[in-house]
């Protein structure tokens, strides 16, 4: 695998706007992945995340997921 899979952020903000222009909720985790602190996020090898860039990535999801409503509080109807 060449390069940072987190260094180029220009095809995600594409993507985004792309689907925002179209009103279609999206979620760049990008910035929140870069901000986590976490690493290593991903094998160099093959840039697929690694057990602590799953729990990242799910975590941002989940609080996406919540925030829009889409996602019920654990334990409630």
């Known amino acids: 695998m060449r390069g940072d899979v987190l260094g180029s952020a220009r095809s995600f903000e594409v993507l985004e706007g792309v689907l925002v222009e179209r009103k279609i909720p999206v979620l760049n985790l990008l910035p929140l992945l ?24 799910g975590e941002q999801i989940a609080r996406y ?10 334990g409630r109807p």
Request: proline residues 6%.
């Open 34 to 57: 870069r901000a986590s602190g976490v690493r290593p996020l991903y094998f160099p090898f093959n840039g697929h995340y690694t057990a602590a860039g799953h729990r990242v990535v």
């Open 65 to 74: 997921l919540a925030s829009g409503g889409w996602l019920r509080a654990r």
